[in-house]
């Protein structure tokens, strides 16, 4: 990972007087950037209020903070991982796109996770923030995560999770042409002591688990299918499609082997909640990963 520290002379150094929005702010202080230079070194993460980073255009500004503006180019040059995005971030959370082969947090003797690449990443920009997790995708699943910045954001998400997120969906390349277009599959998931996922139509002593289905493409051979989650049980997309006769390609622990391009083929391309602080809408979407479409071409 490059070295995301500025020279101080790479800073221009502002005082407020009166509460503001940051980019309102911005763009009446700002003279010497035009209005979308502005816009793209908030974005690109090059704007500091009291010595954190902050990218949210609303940020409640009060007299008194000190703002830092960064006179060299942001954008995407102030994060470099290959296995980490930074989407979106704030001074609560930060969402992030992941890629397959980290982990969401640190397990066992393993070293590599997004917790540990985000907590290097709040180090090295001089944030006093750590990355709380609040919700987990497997290994080698890629997408879309929220990771809190704080104890008390955690909490909130962790709390209220059900009611915060209302939309949240994946993407999947599964076995076999799937011959209905829309549904809907519900049951019991429950773990026994080897971390394997069992169903069943009635109670098993799990947790109920609903899971709603939209074929995207289909061929003889393959589905592409959106997944949205009404509940978001462990392992629930990969062991409803296997229910289905359709398990996700790419699947070691619940496919029929069926492994097209080297990973498996699932997605979470979709995450919209409301922010446990600011309560605005945050809606996020990321492309299906281009691999999965060309199977279909």
């Known amino acids: 990972m490059q070295n995301l520290y500025q020279r101080p002379g790479d800073y221009d150094h502002f005082r407020v007087e009166q509460p503001a929005p940051l980019l309102d702010?911005?763009?009446?202080?700002?003279?010497?950037?035009?209005?979308?230079?502005?816009?793209?070194?908030l974005q690109g993460r090059g704007i500091r209020v009291d010595g954190k980073v902050v990218t949210q255009f609303d940020y409640p500004l009060k007299a008194g903070q000190k703002v830092t503006v960064s006179r060299t180019k942001q954008n995407n040059s102030i994060f470099k991982n290959r296995y980490?995005?930074?989407?979106?971030?704030?001074?609560?959370?930060?969402?992030?796109?992941?890629?397959?082969?980290?982990?969401?947090?640190?397990?066992?003797?393993?070293?590599?996770?997004?917790k540990a690449i985000l907590d290097d990443y709040f180090k090295q920009t001089r944030q006093k923030c750590t990355a709380h997790v609040v919700h987990r995708l497997d290994r080698d699943t890629s997408g879309l995560m929220v990771y809190a910045k704080d104890k008390r954001t955690e909490l909130l998400l962790e709390e209220d999770w059900h009611n915060i997120v209302y939309d949240r969906r994946y993407v999947a390349v599964v076995s076999g042409e799937m011959r209905e277009t829309d549904g809907v599959i519900a049951n019991w998931l429950k773990?026994?002591?080897?971390?394997?996922?069992?169903?069943?139509?009635?109670?098993?002593?799990?947790?109920?688990?609903v899971?709603?289905?939209?074929?995207?493409?289909?061929?003889?051979?393959?589905?592409?299918?959106?997944?949205?989650?009404?509940?978001?049980?462990?392992?629930?997309?990969?062991?409803?499609?296997?229910?289905?006769?359709?398990?996700?390609?790419?699947?070691?622990?619940?496919?029929?082997?069926?492994?097209?391009?080297?990973?498996?083929?699932?997605?979470a391309y979709i995450l919209c909640f409301y922010h446990p602080v600011t309560h605005r809408q945050m809606e996020f979407a990321t492309t299906i990963p281009p691999a999965f479409r060309t199977i279909f071409k």
Not at 86 to 113: C, F, P, R, T, W
Not at 248 to 262: L, T
């Open 25 to 41: 702010w911005l763009l009446q202080h700002v003279h010497h950037l035009s209005r979308s230079k502005v816009k793209a070194t």
């Open 84 to 114: 980490v995005k930074i989407v979106y971030e704030d001074q609560y959370l930060v969402v992030i796109e992941k890629n397959v082969g980290v982990l969401s947090m640190a397990a066992g003797h393993s070293s590599l996770n997004v």
């Open 191 to 209: 773990d026994n002591k080897a971390y394997f996922t069992y169903s069943s139509p009635v109670d098993n002593g799990g947790k109920y688990a």
């Open 211 to 267: 899971t709603h289905f939209h074929v995207l493409a289909r061929s003889p051979r393959y589905s592409l299918v959106e997944y949205r989650l009404e509940t978001g049980r462990k392992n629930q997309i990969r062991v409803h499609s296997a229910d289905m006769g359709h398990p996700v390609c790419g699947d070691v622990k619940y496919g029929n082997g069926d492994d097209i391009i080297g990973r498996l083929c699932l997605h």
